[in-house]
C-alpha cells in the first residue's frame, strides 16, 4: 500500500530502496514505514507480519511493540509536560524524588542524556519479581562515567519512571496513558493491546509473544516500565511526529517551545552529544541536529525539524529470533542514506 498526499512524490528512493531489501533479503519478515515531508506523507507495507509457526499477511494498521521508544514517547513526554508547566527543570537530583538511592550528584538530566554512569551486574536479572528488580535496580553504583560518558541504558529511564510515579502518584505507564496518549487522541497507542492487532515478535519458551512486550523487564515490572512496553502504529506514530517537526503544533502535550529544546546537545563538549531522551545526528551541509531514536524489536523514528521531515520505520526484526546482527548494519546505513537524502531537499 503505497499512498501521497498533496500530490507530490517524496525523493527518498535510495532509502525506501534499501528499507524493502530488508524483506526481500529476508532480514526482516515484514515493514511498515513512512516519509514526512512537510504536508507530504508518503506511507508503505511490504512483507509479512509473521513467517513463524505460520506466514501471516502484514496490515497497514498493525500495531507494533515499539521497545525503546516508550522512553521518549511515553516517559519523558510526561516529563517534558511538567517541566513545560515548570514543576520542573530537570537539575533536580534523582536522590530527591528515590531517597533510597545514595548518591545525590545524579540529576535528573543525567538520566535523560544517558550520562549518569549508574551500571552494573544484576545477578539473575531476568527471573526477578517486580519489587526485587527495582530494588536491585535503585542500588545500582555510580561508576567513573558519570558525566564522562554517554552510555545508553534502560536503567536511567527505568529510574525516571519511577521519578514521575513519585510525583503524580501512579505508574509511569498508567500517567502516560492519562497525561500524554489519551489527550492526543491516538487510539492504537496503548501498554495493553489487543494481541490480534499485534505484530508478533520473538519466540519465547516456545511462544511467540503477540501484544506483550518482548523486553523481559517490561514484562516483570509492567506498568513501572518506564524503558519500554508501548505498542503503536504507523498512523499514530505520524500524528506524533507532526508534533515534534512543529506541523501540529497543539498535539504534544506541552508547547512548541519545549519541543524545540529536544533539537539541541545537552551534553559537555568532550561528551558523545545527545538530547533529552532522544539521540543525535547532524545534516552533513548545515550541521544542525536531527533528533532520533530506535527500539531493539526493529522500530525508529529520525526528525528533522528544520526541514519538517521525518521517517518512521517499524520492523519486527526480532521474529523469531532477536539474534540478528545483519538488521543492525542495515538500520544504520538506512539511517545514514535518509539523512544524505534529507540534505538534498529543499
Known sequence: MNFIKDDIMIDYLATQNLIESM?????????????????????ST?????????????????EYDLASLTKVLATENVLLKLYDQGKLNFTEPLHKFIPEFKDERIRLFHLLT???????????????????????????????????KMRY????????????????????????????IEPMGLKHTTFYPK?????????????????????????????DCGSAGLFSSLDDLIKISKGYLGLDKDILPYSQNTVSLLFDNKNPSNVKPRSWGWDLRFDPKYNYPIILHTGFTGTLIILDRIKQSGLIMLTNRVHPSGHNLIFLALREKIIQSFIEENSKQN
Open 153 to 180: 541504558a534502560d536503567t536511567n529511564f527505568i529510574l525516571l519512571g519511577l521519578v514521575v510515579k513519585t510525583i503524580l502518584g501512579r505508574p509511569v505507564q498508567e500517567e502516560a496513558m492519562k497525561e500524554v
Open 23 to 43: 524483506v526481500t533479503s529476508r532480514v526482516v519478515p515484514g515493514v511498515n514505514y513512512a516519509f514526512i515531508k512537510g504536508k507530504q506523507v508518503f506511507t
Open 114 to 148: 544517558h550520562t549518569s554512569g549508574i551500571r552494573g551486574w544484576i545477578p539473575n536479572r531476568d527471573k526477578l519479581g517486580h519489587d526485587e528488580l527495582l530494588d536491585a535496580i535503585i542500588h545500582l553504583p555510580v561508576t567513573d562515567e558519570f558525566n564522562t
Open 46 to 62: 511490504v512483507g509479512f507480519a509473521s513467517i513463524y509457526p505460520q506466514i501471516t499477511q502484514l496490515s497497514p494498521f498493525a
Open 195 to 223: 494481541p490480534s492487532e499485534c505484530v508478533p515478535t520473538a519466540l519465547v519458551n516456545g511462544d511467540v509473544l503477540q501484544g506483550m512486550p518482548h523486553d523481559p523487564k517490561a514484562r516483570q515490572l509492567t506498568s
